[in-house]
């Protein structure tokens, strides 16, 4: 298994430009999530998606859009890149069956918007 | 609303020495509490996590947190930290049936000589 993977490890936007950071997970999990993480915040949570076509906000979805067609994906778009949304992007995927609530984590994407 | 605090922002300790990093958690609820670990530039893995059953939980590397719902308190604690233990440490709290986790704002832990 690769676990969840995420593309690319590293971007730099220019304001206005829109990307989309990928996120895959191999592990048959339902459940899906996207963080951001900024110095000395924590993670703070963009959306998540409970199985492929459900998707809900988190606490930051301001200027970004998810969709999930297939269970292994869970893309992120941003469609107007600002500098508020220079941070490090975390995506993270649990099994609905145990419950545990455990997460597994990728290793992020560095997006620089200047 | 679930909440996570983890007072310490920063903390030295000197390699061989013990070391006890602190959470504190706001819900309502039975509450599933976890302990993650980053790595400069890495994402997050798993230390540890808690719950039901024996509140005094082992995870890897050495380390172990002590669950206390009187004090709403989840601290992690390892007998003896080595250099390759410096990294920034998270607390997060959820609830059953997988809903999203709230974090605490981290604790980076520096080992000096």
């Known amino acids: 298994n690769a676990g969840v993977t995420q593309t690319p490890k590293f971007r730099i936007l220019k304001i206005g430009q829109s990307m989309t950071l990928q996120c895959a997970q191999d592990?048959?999990?339902?459940?899906m999530y996207w963080y951001r993480q900024d110095p000395g915040m924590g993670l703070k949570l963009i959306y998540y998606s409970v199985g492929a076509g459900i998707t809900d906000k988190g606490e930051v979805p301001n200027g970004y859009n998810v969709s999930r067609s297939t269970t292994e994906d869970f893309p992120l778009r941003l469609e107007l890149a600002a500098p508020s949304q220079t941070s490090v992007y975390f995506c993270?995927?649990?099994?609905?069956?145990?419950?545990?609530?455990?997460?597994?984590f990728g290793p992020g994407t560095r997006l620089t918007v200047l | 609303a679930q909440s996570v605090t983890q007072p310490d922002i920063h903390i030295t300790v000197s390699e061989g020495a013990s070391l006890e990093l602190r959470c504190n958690y706001s819900y309502g609820a039975t509450p599933y509490l976890f302990w993650y670990v980053q790595s400069p530039g890495q994402g997050l893995q798993l230390l540890l996590k808690?719950?039901?059953?024996?509140?005094l939980v082992q995870g890897i590397k050495g380390f172990e947190a002590e669950f206390k719902r009187s004090q709403s308190s989840f601290n992690l604690r390892k007998p003896s930290v080595h250099w390759s233990d410096a990294a920034e440490y998270f607390c997060a709290v959820g609830a059953r049936g997988n809903t999203p986790l709230v974090f605490g704002k981290g604790t980076r832990l520096s080992v000096i000589a």
């Open positions: 993270a995927s649990t099994p609905s069956f145990r419950g545990d609530n455990e997460q597994f």
């Open positions: 808690y719950f039901s059953g024996d509140t």
């Open positions: 592990m048959n999990h339902n459940y």
